[in-house]
């Protein structure tokens, strides 16, 4: 290749990302997942599994609280896991570290990147008035004989809306 050609790649490179980077962040700060669905659907999955449940609103998004047996769970929507990560580790001061859930894969870290492009995309389609699911990050937090659980809240999807 040319260095003609590989300067005119590049400078299409730069002005693609200089247009598009902007474009998709405006989207994601005008549209966030939907909580509300995503609770309830929590809220319903584990009241199958026998749990009662208790959806409670705080001041950085809905927690799902559930018990069964000497089960306590915590769980809510992990998309912000990155930046509420010591808020979530506030509220879950009594159960066993955090764990995230995103696409049946469990682990002490907040989820992969791919979450991330993911939600990015989903954001910008819900400001174009595209309703798309996409696979939940889970913040999950448990305390006591919780065996299974992990399973039972495996491939949950959320939607976004449009902020208000």
Known sequence: MSRRTLATSGAFLVLLLATIV??????????????????????GRLREAEFTTRITPTPDGLIVLAVRNSCRLQVRNGDQARVLRTVFQQAAVGYDPIQYGYRAHWGPSPASARSLME??????????????????????????DCRGVKKQLDGLYVLAKRAA
């Open 119 to 144: 939600r990015a995309v989903q954001n910008r389609l819900a400001v174009l008035g595209m309703r798309v699911e996409r696979p939940a990050v889970i913040a999950l937090a448990e305390a006591g």
């Open 22 to 43: 902007p474009k998709l962040m405006l989207g994601w700060s005008l549209a966030k997942a939907d909580d509300a669905q995503l609770a309830t659907t929590i809220s």
